[in-house]
């Protein structure tokens, strides 16, 4: 039992962003049913483990849907169904006879969400993309990394962009249908999203100051805010920007003459700081500092991703069943089922 629990959903999408919007959907408690093509394999079942926590939960219907006949199976389907999600380049939905606009009249109260890498609109809207292409893009690349762009560790525009946009969306056109009673179609798309996610910086660019470059800004290697290697290899994530969190990082590095340096932010001074912090704590090993940092200052290790599943953090929070190797629901209701600690 959940919030949703009641709603059912009608889940045409593959690989990752639709089936993890509609895997949080359904740990909420929705109903979702994936419909499955008979012949066209989607890429994350090479990965069980991966397909089975975003879709172990969920109920499973083949369906060939270029076959004519499938278009009345799925209509009647639809009579009991309030959502659906569909992750096809525009277009494709429509010509199974399957559209908005084909289903519109006869289920005034459906929201369907159409979820792509560039909308239903625009020069771009038929092209093919993936996390990397939004971000490049979308001008998020440019100004992260070094001497070039990075990649991101997790798939940022698909899951941030694509998979909780669609969430919130839905969750936005279901509290409308409870005023009015209809439905509505919703166009989602991920880089859209992402360059909505330059939430600090774009806004700036806008209003006539310099666009961000890598290494310049207060979250991308411009300050002393980074990572520094220990003594053992291991790494430390420092992140106190505040002037409360930075005497107490200080204190503890026996530095407090150290908090004018911190607190100037002219590219040559965070330059300088950053040198000598890097050396400082490559003095030491990361459990010595982590021991000296224990108060409230914003210093973590970096873990591997096997420790942090471990962590007693996580465990606390119920973040992770080990039994099923699944990641826990990250959205709290203390009231409901979903609460687990």
Not at 11 to 23: C, K, N, Q, R
Not at 217 to 234: T, V
Not at 296 to 319: I, N, S, W, Y
Request: proline share 6%; charged share 20%.
């Amino acid at each position: 039992m959940g919030p949703l629990t009641g709603l059912k959903i009608l889940d045409f999408s593959t690989l990752l962003p639709g089936p993890y919007a509609t895997h949080l959907l359904s740990e909420m408690g929705a109903e979702v049913l994936r419909i499955v093509s008979p012949s066209r394999p989607d890429l994350m079942q090479q990965f069980p483990a991966i397909d089975d926590y975003l879709n172990g939960g969920k109920q499973r219907l083949l369906l060939d849907l270029t076959q004519p006949e499938v278009s009345s199976q799925v209509r009647e389907l639809l009579a009991d169904y309030d959502i659906v999600l569909e992750q096809f380049r525009p277009g494709v939905m429509g010509r199974f006879g399957l559209g908005y606009d084909d289903l519109q009249a006869d289920f005034p109260a459906l929201i369907y969400c159409s979820l792509t890498g560039y909308g239903q609109t625009g020069p771009l809207k038929d092209r093919a993309g993936h996390d990397i292409n939004y971000q490049a893009l979308t001008g998020v690349a440019s100004y992260g990394g070094s001497e070039h762009p990075v990649l991101t560790a997790t798939p940022v525009a698909d899951l941030a962009g694509g998979s909780l946009h669609a969430v919130i969306a839905i969750l936005a056109a279901l509290n409308e249908r409870h005023q009015t009673g209809l439905g509505q179609y919703l166009d989602v798309a991920m880089a859209d999203a992402m360059l909505a996610l330059n939430a600090m910086e774009a806004p700036q660019v806008l209003a006539g100051k310099p666009g961000p470059t890598p290494q310049s800004g207060w979250l991308n290697g411009g300050l002393f805010y980074d990572y520094y290697r220990c003594a053992d290899d291991l790494w430390l994530a420092v992140g106190g920007l505040e002037p409360k969190f930075i005497q107490a990082l200080c204190q503890g590095l026996g530095k407090a003459e150290w908090v004018p340096r911190f607190l100037d932010v002219s590219a040559e001074s965070q330059h300088s700081l950053r040198f000598d912090l890097a050396e400082l704590f490559a003095s030491q090993t990361r459990a010595v500092w982590l021991a000296r940092l224990e108060s409230d200052c914003c210093v973590e290790p970096v873990l591997t991703l096997a420790e942090a599943l471990q962590h007693p953090q996580f465990k606390a929070r119920g973040m992770v069943d080990h039994q099923l190797g699944h990641l826990g629901c990250p959205l709290r209701f203390p009231g409901s089922s979903l609460h687990r600690s």
